[in-house]
């Protein structure tokens, strides 16, 4: 099974508006972390927010936040008043906390292809 | 704010070839890894270090090895490259062991192996 899943391979959105990108997880590790990176076309990922499994607000990020519904293992990212230079690859993703603390890999969704149109 | 660089943006071998593709990052972080990026898979990890001389396999190791013989620096070896080992590679490194810490990636490297 996998571990993140992300079901929107691509969005279109216009200019202005506010997005969700969603990331289901699968984990019975009580403590995780729940990160969001973007990709642009020039290949760097770039960290975006995260979310820890036991912080009791969502995390906000200027303009990303995250909507976490812990019950329901969901960590949609929302990006308010969408912008052109929004447009890019968005990758969820999750370390467990686990037998190997913060050294272990983050386990990644497939991504979501968001194009911003004007 | 940290940086992580990784040696070429773009490389080109040949089938069984020894490659290495290199890594180094400015902030002192104890941990590294390298990943590969393929289309429609995402990314999955191949190999990490939490410390010079250490290593850990992570999903996909097969057919590559690491080295980490300074803090900053974590080499992926590609012992003898073939075809499917086509991919784009990314290097990323955190700080120590609290889970709440990003990891950092590099420009990454798009290796062809003809």
């Known amino acids: 099974a996998q571990k993140i899943t992300q079901t929107q391979p691509g969005m279109f959105v216009q200019e202005k508006e506010a997005v969700t990108l969603d990331c289901t997880y699968d984990t019975s590790d009580p403590s995780y972390g729940l990160f969001w990176y973007k990709q642009p076309s020039s290949g760097e990922m770039i960290f975006l927010i995260y979310q820890g499994s036991y912080d009791q607000q969502n995390a906000t990020e200027g303009r990303y936040s995250l909507n976490f519904q812990k019950a329901r293992k969901s960590a949609n990212l929302v990006i308010s008043a969408s912008q052109l230079g929004d447009s890019a690859m968005y990758f969820c993703?999750?370390?467990?906390?686990?037998?190997?603390?913060?050294?272990?890999?983050?386990?990644f969704g497939k991504g979501t292809h968001l194009i911003i149109q004007p | 704010d940290v940086k992580v660089t990784q040696s070429s943006r773009y490389l080109v071998k040949r089938t069984g070839e020894k490659v290495f593709l290199e890594c180094v990052q400015d902030?002192?972080?104890?941990?590294m890894f390298w990943y590969r990026q393929d289309p429609g898979l995402g990314l999955r990890l191949i190999y990490f270090s939490y410390d010079v001389k250490m290593k850990e396999k992570g999903d996909i190791p097969e057919g590559y090895s690491v080295s980490r013989e300074k803090k900053e620096r974590f080499s992926l070896i590609l012992e003898s490259a073939s075809t499917n080992q086509t991919s784009m590679y990314l290097c990323?490194?955190?700080?120590?062991?609290?889970?709440?810490?990003?990891?950092?990636f590099g420009d990454g490297t798009r290796l062809s192996i003809l």
């Open positions: 990323a490194s955190s700080r120590t062991m609290s889970g709440n810490q990003p990891q950092h």
């Open positions: 993703a999750m370390r467990e906390a686990g037998t190997g603390g913060g050294a272990d890999g983050l386990t």
């Open positions: 902030m002192d972080h104890e941990n």
